[in-house]
C-alpha cells in the first residue's frame, strides 16, 4: 500500500512536470509565431 502511494506521488509530479513542459512549448511556439 505504500508502495503505491509513494509510486502515484512520483507518477503525479512526473505528469505534472509533463504538463509544464507542453505548456512553455505552447507558449514558446505562439511566441514564435508572432514575431
Known sequence: ???Y???HA???R???SL???CL???FFD???SRC
Open 1 to 3: 500500500m505504500i508502495y
Open 5 to 7: 502511494f509513494q509510486f
Open 10 to 12: 512520483w507518477n503525479n
Open 14 to 16: 512526473f505528469s505534472l
Open 19 to 21: 504538463t509544464y513542459f
Open 24 to 26: 512553455t512549448l505552447l
Open 30 to 32: 505562439s511566441y514564435a
